[in-house]
């Protein structure tokens, strides 16, 4: 599956975003999606992720309250909206899909297989 993720910008502190991540070559109904980040000098970070049979979303907390996971298995596309942003969430956001893997390695980016480019989320003060 290919990924290609867009939706980033500069915002400042308090507005909102919602990235989208569009797959081809497959259908995603059947993968876990997942949303991850790297900010400046940082390791990539689990964010949040969408369970492929349950629908149930997994979210880290730091974001959660403030983002939410949603997949359209139609479009072939998850979204991250993205609420009340904070400087701190200045990242690269990356989705990440995985057609297998138990429920426990959800969070963890070495159980995705597949990668969308990044896009540059800025959050201005």
């Known amino acids: 599956v290919q990924l290609q993720a867009c939706g980033g910008g500069l915002v400042q502190a308090g507005g909102s975003l919602r990235l989208s991540c569009a797959a081809s070559e497959a259908t995603i109904s059947r993968y876990d999606m997942g949303w991850f980040r790297q900010g400046p000098g940082m390791e990539r970070e689990f964010v949040a992720a969408?369970?492929?049979?349950?629908?149930?979303?997994y979210y880290a907390e730091s974001v959660k309250g403030r983002f939410t996971i949603s997949r359209d298995n139609a479009k072939n596309t998850v979204y991250l909206l993205m609420n009340s942003l904070k400087p701190e969430d200045t990242a690269v956001y990356y989705c990440a899909a995985r057609s297998t893997g138990i429920l426990s390695t959800i969070r963890s980016a070495a159980a995705y297989a597949h990668w969308g480019q990044g896009t540059q989320v800025t959050v201005s003060s």
């Open positions: 969408v369970r492929w049979n349950s629908g149930s979303t």
